[in-house]
Nanobody, 120 residues
């Protein structure tokens, strides 16, 4: 059974930093991971994503401030968030496209989400 466990998040002042982590457990053949966020009254949006080959994608609004990275041994993805702004306030959810061992196709998994609140 594949599971995603998130950690990090919380309340910080504008200009501060936070680091989110998401660990995937289970028997995994390959995994692409990323972070999405949803602010109150807004649609969920992709924040950043990283492939098995460590290619990265960022939303324009976070480029230069957020960095996504991964530990392939631990099947863990990290999101380092710097220079945080009040508009970064949202529920951040980990997403993974995982091909479990013994499968030939990937399946989507989501974490439960973690609240990030930036005070002005």
């Amino acid at each position: 059974q594949v599971q995603l466990v998130e950690s990090g998040g919380g309340l910080v002042q504008a200009g501060g930093s936070l680091k989110l982590s998401c660990a995937a457990s289970g028997s995994i053949l390959s995994i692409n991971m990323g972070w999405y966020r949803q602010a109150p009254g807004k649609q969920r949006e992709l924040v950043a994503a990283i492939t098995t080959g460590s290619s990265t994608t960022y939303a324009d609004s976070v480029k230069g401030r957020f960095t996504i990275s991964r530990d392939n041994v631990k099947n863990t993805v990290y999101l380092q968030m710097n220079s945080l702004k009040p508009e970064d306030t949202a529920v951040y959810s980990c997403h993974a496209l995982i091909t479990p061992t013994g499968y030939s196709y990937g399946m989507h998994y989501w974490g439960k989400g973690t609240l990030v609140t930036i005070s002005s």
